[in-house]
């Protein structure tokens, strides 16, 4: 790769970056996103891939499969970062944003990152993590309204429309997992 093709990557990440750093300060207006990607645990040697935002048409919606009351705080989403890096060998937590049974929303991952949540379609998706296990236990109405809220608003950064909202089992290759627990057709439909 010469000079040239390497300072154009860099100019692309520096402005994607700094479109998102604006975003967040836009969406403190609108709901208040806590970043806390400094204190997630990273793989030693992995960084996920950086891509233009304009690539983002999706949105994908998980749970985290654990029940609401053994959430304890960031100790909590930093046990699912080192899940994923030390069980997946991925480069980091596998989520942009996580909603939580405390009714926090945190940011774990720059926009302009693929996150490896949803195997072979991370190239286009905003991976939100809603934490809790709904196909064991109901959903408070306060945490979904707060997922809903979040979500609606990458929806307007990215002009993502509500059928390209999808549950993790609702992509291709993932139909047999039950992630993310909470019916996806009103979730879209409460959108």
Not at 24 to 34: A, D, R, V, Y
Not at 86 to 111: C, M, Q, R, S
């Amino acid at each position: 790769m010469d000079i040239i093709t390497i300072l154009k990557k860099l100019a692309n990440i520096f402005m994607s970056r700094e479109k998102e750093e604006v975003e967040e300060e836009t969406e403190s207006n609108i709901l208040e996103i806590k970043d806390i990607m400094d204190k997630m645990p990273t793989h030693s040697t992995k960084e996920y891939p950086e891509r233009d935002l304009k690539e983002i048409t999706h949105i994908d919606i998980h749970h985290s499969a654990s029940l609401t009351v053994s959430y304890s705080g960031i100790e909590t989403i930093k046990s699912f970062a080192n899940h994923h890096i030390n069980t997946h060998n991925w480069a980091g937590i596998g989520y942009h944003y996580i909603v939580t049974p405390d009714l926090e929303v945190y940011k774990t991952g720059f926009d302009s990152q693929s996150r490896w949540s949803v195997g072979n379609h991370n190239g286009y998706t905003i991976s939100t993590l809603i934490v809790g296990s709904f196909d064991k236990e109901e959903i408070s109405e306060d945490q979904y309204d707060l997922a809903l809220q979040l979500v609606r608003h990458k929806m307007r950064s990215y002009s993502v429309p509500k059928e390209n909202v999808k549950g993790h089992n609702e992509y291709a290759g993932h139909s047999s997992n039950a992630c993310p627990g909470i019916n996806m057709e009103k979730f879209r439909g409460d959108l």
